[in-house]
């Protein structure tokens, strides 16, 4: 069964920072004091995997999920504005 899951990605410092998303290889960026949404809906209890660098975070969604960005003021962003397909 498929679960839509929220995940808000905080950018609390006072530099600009990169949000990769796998397996899409998109690269989002998120100014000081601001944030993106990314809703993933895919397969209940798959987990969401998350790796920190310096510059930012990589994001990876489950196997068989959609994803959507969404800006701060709520707009969708990436190439379709909407879903990507589903990862592998």
Same mark, same amino acid.
Do not use: C, H
């Given at each position: 069964?498929?679960?839509? /899951? !929220?995940?808000?990605?905080?950018?609390?410092?006072? *530099?600009? @920072? %990169?949000? =990769?998303?796998? #397996?899409?290889?998109? @690269?989002? *960026?998120? !100014?000081?004091?601001?944030?993106?949404?990314? $809703? =993933?809906? +895919? =397969?209940?209890? %798959? #987990? @969401?995997? $998350?790796s920190s660098s310096v510059n930012?975070?990589?994001?990876?969604?489950? +196997? &068989?999920? /959609? =994803? *959507?960005?969404? %800006? !701060?003021?709520?707009?969708?962003? &990436?190439?379709?504005g909407g879903p990507r397909s589903?990862?592998?």
């Amino acid at each position: 069964m498929d679960r839509e /899951t !929220a995940v808000k990605v905080n950018n609390d410092g006072d *530099r600009e @920072i %990169s949000l =990769v998303l796998e #397996p899409w290889g998109e @690269i989002y *960026r998120i !100014a000081p004091e601001s944030f993106l949404d990314v $809703i =993933v809906l +895919g =397969v209940s209890g %798959s #987990p @969401i995997e $998350i790796s920190s660098s310096v510059n930012g975070l990589t994001f990876w969604p489950p +196997g &068989g999920s /959609t =994803v *959507r960005i969404l %800006s !701060a003021d709520g707009t969708a962003l &990436g190439e379709q504005g909407g879903p990507r397909s589903r990862t592998p």
